[in-house]
């Protein structure tokens, strides 16, 4: 195949992207293939696959693709927010709504940790997503020791790896079982409780 114009390249890269979020929000990774994509696309399957390799890869754009949606969704939130306690509240609350709103990054993770034990891929993507999370709760309590909400002793790591347990916690519960929990409540009760073991 020639090489095409890169402004080409990115379109038709970004129209695969869109198409297999909706094909895993509608049916999982399983409805997730390169002959539905080319099915629904108006290219052929070697265009897909000159612009991926494989489902594995389409997978990971797929998940970096929801993903960025969401961290942006949640930095904007955090830029919005005056105080240390609205900026995590905002921060927690905004990677939750994102995950609800995105259903095809929940069932990628979902699907993943069924693989995590069988596929080093899976359980890399799932590691490095988790590794992200952690580090940027970390980056903001330590805006919140710089604007005295954290105390100093704080261990950051930990409270990060809590902060990353509600997110996950509160998108399985309401994504297993719908209307199961109010999400908001959740998330506000976990950071009220976060907040007074900081203080």
Known sequence: ???????????????IIAEARKLVAEGGLEAMTIAALEERLSFTR?????????????VEAVLDSAIAEINDASQTAIHA?????EKL?????????GFLRHREAARILISFWARIPV???????????????REA????????????????????????????????GV?????????????????????AGILLRLA
Do not use: C, W
Not at 46 to 58: D, L, P, Q
Not at 89 to 97: D, Y
Not at 119 to 133: F, K, M, S
């Open 89 to 97: 509240q905002a921060m927690v609350k905004q990677t939750v709504q």
């Open 1 to 15: 195949m020639s090489a095409e114009n890169p402004t080409v390249r990115s379109r038709r890269r970004a129209e």
């Open 119 to 133: 596929d080093p891929h899976a359980a890399g993507l799932n590691a490095r997503l988790y590794t992200r999370y």
């Open 137 to 168: 709760a970390v980056k903001l309590l330590k805006i919140g020791q710089s604007s005295g909400h954290v105390r100093a002793d704080a261990d950051l790591h930990a409270v990060a790896a809590v902060i990353v347990a509600t997110v996950i």
């Open 81 to 85: 927010s005056a105080s240390f306690p």
């Open 171 to 191: 998108v399985t519960q309401v994504y297993f079982e719908q209307g199961s929990i109010d999400p908001d409540n959740a998330v506000s009760e976990s950071i």
């Open 46 to 58: 070697g265009v897909i696959t000159y612009h991926f390799e494989n489902k594995a890869e389409i």
